[in-house]
């Protein structure tokens, strides 16, 4: 309903809390533009993303579908300038490289790309993730930069990185309040921390378990939290073990065996639980969850891990961790809500 009666709009931003079902949405954008929706022409789209994991599903989700109603580029903005010939060597720690360097050479390669290779609609998912510098080179690959289609998909409660980059132009907004991922017991539990009021849609399920833990402790307390979740029938590939400081070492173990991409293949392909941090799993899920606070709740952006790592499961969660470290991340509101003291 909201992409027909939006159908003539070009310029939008679609805001929503998480498990809104704003990845969802881009998804079904991007194919209706792809394949040409409600008496309009077919048109070449790029959906675009910042983390490998929601990068990847993006992709998967196209594998078997024509090519010719698939989007000409799927991935995220570091691989559409790789696309284009960028030469990307820099580690993930230079910030000018990325939020400088990187787009302006990006900028200029979009700006020499034919008629043939540029875009009539570009759709960005978790769109606070982006740079400010990184929406230029967008622009530039459009096919027409004054009027063609940009639609951007946003929460800024989610924003995880110290990026403040929002794109040069006006977008229409839309706002998504219903929460449609999360029961009932798991939406409540961090409906404080949400950009707005949420309603929630997920049915109801089991109360969000708290067990208490100091940092050094909280690994190896949701490590047993897991075995129990096991232990009470979940299936090993409906359950991920999530922190928010350190990652887990079989996590850092995967890395390092199967590199980036060979470690997300194991998030849909492997039968075994996954091991992840809450830094990668935007736009991601998993029935049950077991949320894993490795660290005291005082370093920056902390509100922001606390409330993408409780909105990840959709049927079961459990928090480890300190109260009090909760209670600095979130307040004594999310605190109450989790039934602390």
């Not at 008496?39 to 490998?52: E, N």
Request: net charge negative; aromatic share 8%; glycine share 12%.
């Amino acid at each position: 309903m909201i992409l027909g009666v939006t159908r003539l709009l070009r310029r939008v931003e679609v805001r929503g809390g998480a498990g809104s079902g704003k990845t969802v949405l881009a998804m079904a954008q991007a194919k209706q533009l792809t394949r040409g929706f409600a008496g309009q022409r077919a048109q070449r789209v790029a959906l675009l993303c910042y983390s490998i994991g929601l990068g990847e599903w993006f992709k998967r989700s196209f594998e078997g579908v024509p090519r010719k109603h698939t989007p000409a580029f799927i991935g995220r903005f570091e691989e559409l300038g790789r696309a284009w010939g960028a030469d990307i060597t820099a580690g993930r720690d230079d910030s000018d490289f990325w939020e400088k360097e990187l787009p302006a050479r990006m900028a200029g390669l979009a700006a020499d790309l034919p008629e043939g290779r540029k875009f009539d609609a570009i759709i960005v998912d978790e769109a606070q993730d982006f740079a400010e510098g990184w929406w230029t080179p967008l622009l530039t690959a459009l096919r027409d930069p004054e009027e063609g289609g940009l639609y951007v998909y946003s929460d800024e409660n989610q924003r995880l990185f110290p990026r403040f980059g929002r794109p040069p132009v006006a977008l229409v907004p839309l706002v998504l309040d219903h929460n449609l991922r999360n029961t009932r017991q798991i939406a409540e539990s961090f409906s404080a921390l949400a950009p707005m009021r949420m309603r929630p849609m997920g049915g109801d399920g089991p109360e969000v378990t708290f067990v208490q833990a100091s940092a050094d402790e909280a690994l190896g307390v949701a490590d047993d939290e897991v075995e129990r979740l096991l232990d009470e029938g979940w299936p090993t590939s409906h359950v991920a073990l999530i922190t928010t400081g350190t990652r887990h070492p079989e996590q850092q173990s995967r890395q390092e065996q199967l590199g980036q991409e060979g470690y997300w293949r194991t998030f849909w392909d492997g039968d075994d639980v996954f091991y992840g941090h809450v830094l990668g799993c935007k736009g991601l899920e998993r029935r049950a969850v077991v949320l894993c606070f490795n660290e005291d709740g005082t370093r920056d952006r902390s509100k922001e891990r606390l409330y993408v790592g409780l909105s990840r499961a959709t049927d079961k969660l459990v928090v480890v961790g300190d109260a009090g470290a909760v209670r600095r991340m979130g307040g004594d509101e999310v605190v109450r809500r989790l039934g602390l003291r």
